[in-house]
């Protein structure tokens, strides 16, 4: 405990004496129970990362005016946090400590179903939110090794590869896979049917681009 402290005296430089109670409750796992220490996979035969970006990067948990190094390891969907250079915990899945800013993203914890129909508790990153939501789950792919078949085939190390995106929108009730087209987006609105015809006909959008996923969620909200 004494080790976790002494760390946290080296990463907050804000208003330490002020916030050190509460951030200490979060990242002591010694007496809250709530942190766990992230376990590295054996990555040294696996190409590429399992982060959105490897190195750490001064972020924010609410109600924290200290930044603190943070990743996010799109694999294993957890955020984590380095105390020292061998200490490095995950962040717990609590509402309390949603939204997690990194740069520019906002990180937020939401139950959401997934285009495995699985049920998830994970981190979406939020693009747009208003009335409506639009969010993206972050995504990289474990590929797995290939040995070689036959003399002419070579051997494929397993790697990690950046996948594509997944978004969802938030309706004000619940959080759904954006739909693929102008058939799945009015399945989700059925009585909008015609206001979002006359949309879509007037409007040039695509239905995988961001920046017209975005316009399509603020028209949402205007019907």
């Not at 609410?62 to 105390?83: H, Q, W």
């Not at 990289?140 to 036959?150: L, M, N």
Request: charged share 30%.
């Amino acid at each position: 405990m004494k080790k976790l402290l002494l760390a946290l005296l080296l990463v907050s430089t804000v208003d330490f004496y002020a916030q050190s109670q509460f951030v200490g409750d979060i990242l002591d796992p010694l007496r809250t129970g709530t942190m766990f220490r992230s376990k590295p996979e054996d990555e040294k035969s696996i190409q590429g990362s399992p982060y959105i970006s490897k190195a750490f990067i001064n972020g924010m948990l609410p109600n924290v005016n200290s930044a603190l190094p943070l990743r996010y390891n799109a694999v294993k969907d957890e955020i984590e946090v380095r105390l020292a250079a061998d200490s490095i915990f995950a962040i717990p899945k609590k509402q309390e400590f949603s939204p997690v800013k990194i740069l520019n993203s906002n990180y937020f914890l939401c139950n959401y179903t997934n285009d495995k129909n699985e049920k998830v508790n994970g981190y979406l990153v939020e693009v747009y939110q208003n009335k409506f939501g639009l969010f993206k789950k972050e995504r990289i792919v474990f590929v797995p090794a290939k040995e070689a078949v036959g003399s002419y085939d070579v051997a494929k190390p397993a790697r990690y590869d950046r996948g594509e995106d997944h978004y969802y929108l938030f309706n004000e009730k619940e959080m759904l896979l954006f739909p693929k087209n102008k058939k799945a987006l009015v399945k989700l609105f059925p009585s909008k049917e015609k206001e979002i015809n006359e949309y879509l006909s007037k409007n040039k959008i695509s239905f995988s681009k961001e920046e017209d996923m975005k316009k399509l969620v603020t028209f949402l909200e205007t019907i």
